[in-house]
């Protein structure tokens, strides 16, 4: 063993209760438990800061009923470790608790108080409160001082102390507090040092009002017990600064506060229970000096603010004059050039000393390099056309006493375009008769000229087209119609009213088209298809157009309505749209249909992560209906399987018939195999039940073979393949039978048949068991709930997951979850009594929907056990909703309705949308463990999460987060606001027996750690 110092050994201690082998031993400040085998120590206490030349020893210990081992230290305290692990977790010095002895002998009564010795009489301690309860010569000790190893605990519950008169016995139950000993705290006075306060000052004290230069304002208070006034702690907090305690002295003084409204609490401490009165309060407002009162530093304010606003104001007067008169030269300019521009026109000149032409538009329009050209070649950029026009009205213009020029042509572009002008010149200067000066103006008037040459061919359009086309103006009126419309329609040119042309179409909806025509928007279109009844009472296909036109100004104008007629198409389209995709005889997908069906399934289970199947289906011995029976016959046989079929399918589910008594059925979203064998077995089923042909009751089978995308192929036709090949084993049977294509899930099927025996044969032997798992409040550190997970005791080879599904396959799930909720319910109702608002939390499989007798059985089941409905809550996952949303929604609403409460289980891994939560009666989400076990990994997933707590906040509701293993995920949920966990971090499943421990365990420890 080591080597201790002789005079810090203070040698061996009895061995705690816990590990009675292992006696302790304490040395130089660090208690060791000895293990007597190998003689090695572990260390369970090292006092803190120990000083060589301070001696301090162990004088008494004991394990409380948390768990807590609570050690008295000499020169030190108590101190509070966990039994098990020997972490810290209380230290109580005495001197700050105003104790002021060494606490000896401590002993643990029935109710779980520690009591124990000291120079000062007997103490009881409350380890959940932590509160010291004193007892003296005034509670009827002979004497306060007791001797240290002077204790014994007699077998009738008594405990003897020996002190310095003699001994005192007593029993712990008999010295109960029934009652507090004070009820409330008083301020009983308020005084100041600088001056007397008013004699106004009346009980009970509330409010005292302070001059900003008082000081030493002193408030004394009191709890009205003054024989036990040496006892009472008191706790005084002004405003939110730091809560100060004190004994024995009832009084606080401040020496000086700051202008302002303060809030004295008072709180006395009641010295038989522990427990805090509720404050008396004392409001205390200090005056603000004259100058600095608030109102004044708002006039400060403003006054600054007011110079600043002046000076800005003067400087900006300045600005604008110097800015206008800059503007007044500018825009006089620029007027002129503006209006010409806005016009998009121009000016040019003449003089008769000048064999030139001013003419500025071919530089800024043209593209030429030259603005003053000859007359010749100026002539030479007219259009030829017009060249003559212009020559005569020049030439008239010029030898005439005219004394204007007014000519509309077309000048070539330098690129070889043509652009229209009209000019207009008048003689500024005369010689007698003869002109010597021109000026003039220029307009481009190409735009207006293209528009009357489109109009001209539009008119035309607009008559002569066979659509059917209308204008209304903007307040809706008619402003003209085509020619094929009024003969369709046998409607009048004259006419104005839109409401005189129908069309054949419904009130209702001529109303919808004007509602749609005056939400539309300048040169906005809409296009739709509809039918149309015209004069003849002729029914035709149409499809709408309507444009918003525009004016001038861009302003709304009129609507532009065309219809053309699409019937001859949307025949054509209709029928080949059948004759391509569907089977003539049964109305499935054909071959071609169906194969884009399949591409588009093993793309979404490429990216959902799931299964595809395909089940390749054969008639067996339909040819020897066929031949029989006739080809009629055979093919109404055909139908009718086919309607069967589709009928056992689910929605997401499609058949297709691929030619003669042969079917193709494409399953998607498939996680387990048994979803596959379920489908199988139903669809055998369907046809199995009598079918009457031509008066005669035929007995169906089929023969399946099945393929599975990507377990046998990632491909399409290499998935029908496979198919194709399991069904031609499949027909080797005489019976009808479905086999797989690779032999190792054929073996799995036979496993799966092996299973539902066992199954059935469990569950009519009350084989299956419950385990519990426990759900933990975060607020209160309790155990709110469990969840109940169905256990198989006598079948440990066999998942839960896997013997769930194989029992969905044989419908016997439903019954397997009734007798768990009975069973639940029988052990729910004793442990309610330990835990009043206990609930039990039970899966629903999508199943269980389907039984229609669900809510009574649960009814009936909760009646028998006697308990109430709040107690129960059931968990559904996200595919119940979308399986069968209707009668899913009405399955809940019955549940709520008996008072049961809903969780959704799994939340985040399903494709549920958002408006389920909105539609269906949901109380919590539970936060799926693949999320919570990549919390510090994946943080896509800490997206996940942080989104599924948002949400659930916004609409009201609570989350539980499963699976938490690890103090770092409980952080961070806790972080984000989640209130309830569920996981091994807490406890793995247990049986029934182990719950009770459960319901009274405080988990305050593993939060503190988190």
């Known amino acids: 063993m080591a080597q201790f110092e002789p005079f810090l050994a203070h040698g061996f201690l009895p061995a705690l209760s816990n590990k009675p082998d292992s006696p302790l031993f304490f040395n130089a400040g660090i208690l060791y438990q000895v293990n007597p085998k190998n003689l090695a120590l572990k260390m369970i206490y090292k006092v803190p800061r120990q000083h060589e030349n301070v001696a301090i020893n162990v004088l008494s210990y004991v394990i409380d009923n948390n768990n807590i ?15 098990t692990t020997y972490q810290l977790v209380h230290t109580i010095d005495l001197e700050k608790n105003k104790l002021g002895t060494l606490l000896y002998d401590m002993v643990l009564d029935d109710d779980g108080m520690i009591w124990m010795s000291s120079h000062k009489g007997i103490w009881r301690l409350n380890p959940g409160t932590l509160h010291f309860q004193q007892f003296t010569t005034s509670e009827g000790l002979l004497s306060a001082e007791f001797n240290s190893n002077a204790m014994a605990q007699l077998k009738d519950g008594r405990i003897a102390y020996g002190g310095i008169k003699g001994f005192t016995y007593f029993h712990p139950m008999e010295n109960k507090n029934h009652q507090s000993l004070i009820e409330h705290v008083n301020i009983t006075r308020v005084d100041l040092m600088s001056r007397d306060l008013s004699p106004n000052l009346k009980q009970p004290l509330n409010k005292v009002v302070l001059n900003h230069d008082d000081i030493g304002l002193e408030v004394a208070f009191s709890a009205m017990a003054f024989s036990n006034q040496e006892r009472i702690i008191y706790e005084y907090q002004l405003d939110n600064g730091q809560k100060t305690y004190t004994r024995n002295n009832n009084r606080v003084l401040f020496p000086k506060l700051n202008p302002g409204n303060y809030q004295l609490k008072v709180w006395a401490k009641d010295p038989l229970t522990g427990e805090y009165t509720s404050p008396a309060i004392l409001k205390i407002k200090v005056k603000y000096p004259l100058w600095r009162a608030p109102y004044f530093i708002v006039l400060y304010g403003v006054l600054f603010i007011a110079l600043i606003a002046m000076w800005v104001m003067r400087r900006n007067k300045i600005q604008r004059i110097l800015l206008a008169a800059n503007k007044e030269s500018k825009e006089s300019e620029a007027r002129l050039k503006i209006a010409l521009e806005g016009s998009e026109s121009g000016v040019w000149d003449w003089k008769s000393t000048n064999p030139n032409i001013y003419q500025p538009r071919l530089y800024s329009e043209l593209g030429y390099s030259n603005e003053t050209v000859s007359l010749d070649e100026y002539l030479a950029k007219i259009h030829p056309q017009d060249k003559q026009l ?16 007014n000519c509309t042509y077309r000048l070539r572009h330098a690129k070889g375009y043509w652009r229209w002008y009209k000019d207009f010149g008048k003689v500024v200067e005369w010689d007698d008769k003869t002109p010597q000066k021109v000026a003039g103006t220029y307009t481009n008037m190409t735009r207006e000229m293209v528009f009357e040459e489109h109009a001209l061919l539009f008119t035309a359009a607009f008559e002569q087209t066979r659509d059917w086309v209308f204008i209304l103006d903007k307040n809706l009126n008619i402003r003209a119609s085509n020619k094929s419309l009024q003969t369709a329609f046998n409607f009048s040119a004259e006419s104005l009213s839109s409401r005189s042309l129908n069309l054949g179409i419904s009130r209702s909806h001529r109303f919808d088209y004007l509602r749609i025509m005056k939400k539309l928007s300048v040169e906005e279109h809409f296009s739709c298809e509809d039918t149309v009844i015209l004069a003849s009472g002729e029914s035709r296909h149409v499809l709408v157009k309507i444009s918003a036109v525009a004016d001038n100004n861009q302003s709304l104008n009129s609507y532009v309505i065309i219809l053309t007629d699409i019937s001859a198409q949307k025949l054509a389209e209709n029928e080949l749209h059948l004759l391509a995709n569907y089977d003539v005889l049964t109305g499935l997908p054909n071959r071609t249909l169906f194969n884009d069906r399949v591409e588009h399934a093993l793309e979404q289970a490429k990216h959902h992560q799931c299964k595809v199947a395909l089940l390749h289906i054969n008639i067996k011995r339909f040819k020897y209906f066929n031949d029989s029976l006739g080809h009629e016959a055979a093919d109404e046989l055909i139908k009718k399987v086919a309607k069967r079929l589709k009928l056992t399918l689910r929605p997401s589910d499609s058949v297709a018939r691929f030619g003669g008594d042969e079917f193709v059925v494409l399953v998607e979203d498939i996680h387990q195999i048994e979803e596959v064998l379920l489908i199988c077995a139903k669809l055998m089923d369907c046809v199995n039940q009598n079918i009457s042909i031509s008066g005669q009751v ?7 073979g099945v393929a599975i995308s990507p377990d046998d192929a990632l491909q399409s036709g290499t998935l029908l393949k496979a198919a194709n090949i399991a069904l031609y084993h499949a027909k080797d049977s005489l019976e009808g039978s479905y086999q797989f294509y ?13 299973l539902e025996s066992q199954l059935t044969k469990a569950y009519q032997e009350h084989e299956f068991c419950n385990n519990y798992q426990p759900i933990i409040n975060a607020q209160t550190y309790k155990t709110e ?3 109940v997970l169905l256990r198989w005791p006598e079948n440990k080879l066999v998942q839960t997951q896997e013997f769930s599904l194989a029992a969905e396959s044989i419908g016997l799930i439903t019954k397997i979850m009734l007798q768990t909720l009975a069973r639940a319910l029988d052990e729910l109702k004793e442990w309610r009594k330990v835990s009043p608002e206990l609930y039990l ?3 629903l499989s999508a199943l269980d929907f389907e039984f229609e007798e669900l809510v009574p059985e649960i009814k009936r089941a909760l009646g028998f056990a006697g308990v109430p ?7 559904i996952t996200e595919s119940i909703l979308i399986r069968d949303s209707k009668h899913a929604l009405q399955s809940m609403e019955m549940l709520k309705k008996l008072g049961c409460r809903l969780y959704m289980d799994d939340f985040g891994t399903g494709y549920a949308s958002l408006t389920y939560l909105k539609r269906f009666p949901i109380d919590v989400l539970k ?5 919570v076990q990549d919390i510090g990994v994946d943080s896509d997933d800490e997206a996940i999460i942080r989104s599924t707590l948002a949400l659930a906040h916004s609409l009201g509701k609570e989350c539980v987060a499963e699976g938490v293993e690890s103090s770092h995920q409980l952080t961070f949920l806790k972080a984000l606001g989640c209130k309830h966990f569920q996981g091994y971090l807490f406890s793995r499943p247990v049986s029934s027996e182990d719950v009770p421990a459960l319901i009274t365990r405080n988990w305050d420890d593993i939060f503190n750690k988190s």
């Open 69 to 83: 081992l609570w050690i008295s230290l000499s020169n030190f305290g108590l101190i509070g470790l966990d039994a």
């Open 390 to 405: 212009f020559r005569l009205e020049w030439l008239e213009f010029l030898s005439t006493e005219k004394g204007y020029f």
């Open 698 to 704: 035929v007995n169906i089978n089929l023969s399946i």
């Open 742 to 754: 690779k032999q190792e899930m054929n073996q799995h099927v036979q496993r799966a048949l092996h």
């Open 785 to 787: 709930g469990f969840e």
């Open 841 to 843: 939390s039970i899966n």
């Open 869 to 875: 409905s709040e107690a129960i809550v059931f968990e």
């Open 927 to 931: 936060i799926d463990r693949s999320f």
